[in-house]
Structures are given as structure tokens and as C-alpha cells.
């Protein structure tokens, strides 16, 4: 069974930075793809990036040139750096892993922005 746990989230300060962590149990190369989400309060949830097995990576508008993500096969982990953050950039944000048959989300974490 795919479980993929998020950590990182918290209060920061409009203009700061957060480093959000992906765990995923096993080896994060036998997914197709892994992406960040994520979902404001009373809006749909978004994709932000994606990265394929490949290494081939995909950003939205909203986040490119701010939001870097990264992987360490080492630790079975998908990174999301987010810098130069924005009061709109308060969401709970989740990690999403796909094979050919399944998508699986973990349960988010919480990124604030305000002053």
C-alpha cells in the first residue's frame, strides 16, 4: 500500500521561504509521475509542479520562477522549495503520486502566509 506523508508546512512571513517534504513508502521511481497540489479554502484544489520518473519536470504559471521541486531517490522524498511567498499562497498543500492504474494523495500540510 502507497503512503505518502507531507511535513514542512507552517506560519511564514510574506517574502520567506519553506522547504515542504514528500515521504513516499518505497521507491519513488516506480510512480510515473509525482506532483505538489494544493487547495485555498473555498477553492478548488490546483496543481502547482510535476516531475516524471524521467526527471522531466512541469510548472503552472502561478508558481514558476518561485517553487523548485526536487526528489532524493536516496530517501524515497519529493521535495517542493517555495520562495518569494505570497499571502495568496496560503493553501493545505498535498503531495500526489501516479502509476498506470492509480493515484494516490497524502493528507497536506498547512502553508500560511501572512505578517
Known amino acids: 500500500q502507497v503512503q505518502l506523508v507531507e511535513s514542512g508546512g507552517g506560519l511564514v512571513q510574506p517574502g520567506g521561504s519553506l522547504r515542504l517534504s514528500c515521504a513516499a513508502s518505497?521507491?519513488?521511481?516506480?510512480?510515473?509521475?509525482m506532483g505538489w497540489y494544493r487547495q485555498a479554502p473555498g477553492k478548488e484544489r490546483e496543481l502547482l509542479v510535476t516531475?516524471?520518473?524521467?526527471?522531466?519536470?512541469r510548472y503552472e504559471e502561478s508558481v514558476r520562477g518561485r517553487f523548485t521541486i526536487s526528489r532524493d531517490s536516496a530517501e524515497n522524498t519529493v521535495y517542493l522549495q517555495m520562495n518569494s511567498l505570497k499571502p495568496e499562497d496560503t493553501a493545505v498543500y498535498y503531495c500526489?503520486?501516479?502509476?498506470?492504474?492509480?493515484?494516490?494523495w497524502g493528507q497536506g500540510t498547512q502553508v500560511t502566509v501572512s505578517s
Open positions: 500526489n503520486a501516479v502509476t498506470r492504474f492509480s493515484t494516490y
Open positions: 516531475i516524471t520518473s524521467g526527471g522531466d519536470t
Open positions: 518505497g521507491n519513488i521511481f516506480r510512480f510515473n509521475a
